[in-house]
Nanobody, 125 residues
């Protein structure tokens, strides 16, 4: 079992930056791929970014490439999402997710077993 707790959600203006944090507990952090998803009102949960168990490989959805950076710190059992040049379209609840490490880093929410409670990010124009 893994417990995930997001923090850092806020209301910001377009063009601002924000960093989300996700603290993991319960099992060996390095045994998991980690990811961020988001869900806007009336929309399905969508993949944002993922990082492998070693922190060596990352994946991003096209709309955030060049603006968002995912990273992890094993000494703090935490994963981060640095979001720069935020746009109103980035407004959503952001979720941290964990999945036992395998050869492939999944990007479907159905492939992640553990989830945080979500952090609201609101970007005004």
């Amino acid at each position: 079992q893994v417990q995930l707790l997001e923090s850092g959600g806020s209301m910001v203006q377009a063009g601002d930056s924000l960093r989300l944090s996700c603290a993991a507990s319960g099992r060996t952090f390095d045994a998991f791929h980690m990811a961020w998803f988001r869900q806007a009102p009336g929309k399905e949960r969508e993949f944002v970014a993922a990082i492998d168990w070693a922190g060596a490989v990352t994946k991003y959805t096209a709309s955030v490439k060049g603006r968002f950076t995912i990273s992890r710190d094993s000494t703090k059992n935490s994963v981060y999402l640095q979001m720069n040049n935020l746009e109103p379209e980035d407004t959503a609840v952001y979720y941290c997710a964990a999945q036992s490490a395998s050869a492939i880093i999944p990007i479907s929410p159905r492939e992640y077993a553990y989830w945080g409670q979500g952090a609201q990010v609101t970007v005004s124009s």
